[in-house]
């Protein structure tokens, strides 16, 4: 095959989701990690009912849904829970992406993004991927983005921030760096210079080419063909 698969992650408030927004624009395959993730842990699903029985029922909001904001704060304070969460919900989502990756690759489609929040934290994912990709941003832009984003002090964005792996380190496990510490016109650029790298990779060229070939094959097919009939 020559579809090829794209990581993409970032940093809590780093800008990632703006980096998607203009992917999706340019009409790029994206998958969304953090989406499945919801969905995977809906009531009556077999990740939800073993949430509950390890975290119990008061992280569960009325209507029977897990309160993101409830177990975020759980996780971020106890890396021991962070891991058990992982634990029940990791093979689900990894299950639901397989599943789009296959449905983009019955499309047509040459690459696809996988927009991983904790890419660089598991790392096992990494290997999977041709290229990977990182929102960046410096450490004060992030810091003040997430307090004011989600109303937090000092201390809980601090404690957020820090449950990840910095930023500085997983730069250097990327292959291409998007800096959105700037305005988003900045961003946006950036972006589209990336979009058109991945176009022009070896992999894409090979699947244009192998195109190229299949129709002029069928070309000359028809031509022959018609030739047959009207002798």
Same mark, same amino acid.
């Given at each position: ?144 983005? /997430?307090?004011? $984003?989600?109303?937090?002090? &000092? +201390?809980? @964005? ?6 990840? =792996?910095? #930023? ?36 894409? /060229?090979?699947? $244009?080419?192998?195109?190229? &070939? +299949?129709? @002029? ?6 031509? =022959?063909? #018609? ?5």
């Amino acid at each position: 095959s020559t579809m090829f698969l794209v990581g993409l992650s970032g940093g809590i408030a780093s800008g990632k989701s703006t980096v998607v927004a203009v992917l999706r624009e340019l009409g790029c395959a994206v998958i969304d990690a953090d989406l499945i993730a919801r969905e995977v842990v809906q009531p009556h699903s077999k990740a939800h009912q073993q949430i509950l029985q390890h975290f119990g029922t008061g992280i569960l909001l009325e209507n029977g849904e897990i309160n993101r904001e409830a177990l975020g704060n759980i996780i971020f304070s106890q890396p021991e829970k962070r891991r058990l969460l992982n634990s029940i919900t990791h093979l689900e989502i990894l299950k639901e992406m397989l599943k789009q990756i296959l449905k983009y690759f019955v499309l047509g489609y040459r690459y696809v993004i996988l927009d991983i929040p904790l890419l660089f934290e598991t790392r096992g994912l990494t290997k999977f991927m041709k290229y990977t990709v990182l929102v960046y941003c410096d450490p004060p832009a992030q810091r003040a983005r /997430l307090m004011r $984003r989600n109303g937090l002090d &000092a +201390a809980a @964005a601090d404690a957020r921030i820090g449950s990840q =792996l910095p #930023l500085e380190e997983k730069r250097r496990w990327a292959t291409h760096v998007i800096d959105n510490s700037g305005d988003r016109e900045n961003t946006r650029r950036q972006v589209l210079r990336l979009h058109a790298r991945l176009e022009d990779s070896l992999h894409f /060229l090979w699947a $244009r080419l192998a195109a190229g &070939a +299949a129709l @002029a094959g069928l070309g000359g097919l028809l031509f =022959l063909l #018609l030739r047959h009939f009207s002798s």
